[in-house]
């Protein structure tokens, strides 16, 4: 059974930072992409960014050029840094493992809220 655990969620002014990571559990991690998505109350979950087994990145235009996908298969944590944060940016933001069987597994979510 995989399980994802978030964590670096906080509070911060706008123009800061946050690191995200995401610790999973289970040999898979290692040939499974992952993904970092975004929900707001009230609206749909939004996708962010993703990173590819073989390290390959991608991004969501909202984010691009601000925010870092990256992993460390040794560790088996994926990561999510965040600079240049706006309000807009405030969401919950969950960590997915989308596995080669088709499979997806979730984390419980990390608050990351951006105001002045």
């Known amino acids: 059974q995989v399980q994802l655990v978030e964590s670096g969620g906080g509070s911060v002014q706008p123009g800061g930072s946050l690191r995200l990571s995401c610790a999973a559990s289970?040999?898979?991690?290692?040939?499974?992409?992952m993904n970092w998505y975004r929900q707001v109350s009230g609206k749909q979950r939004e996708w962010v960014a993703v990173?590819?087994?073989?390290?390959?990145?991608n991004y969501a235009d909202s984010v691009k050029g601000r925010f870092t996908i990256s992993r460390d298969n040794a560790r088996n944590t994926v990561y999510l840094q965040m600079n240049g944060l706006k309000p807009e940016d405030t969401a919950v933001y969950y960590c997915?493992?989308?596995?080669?069987?088709?499979?997806?597994?979730w984390g419980q979510g990390t608050q990351v809220t951006v105001s002045s």
């Open positions: 990173i590819s087994s073989g390290g390959n990145t």
């Open positions: 289970g040999i898979i991690f290692r040939i499974s992409a």
């Open positions: 997915n493992m989308a596995t080669l069987s088709g499979k997806d597994y």
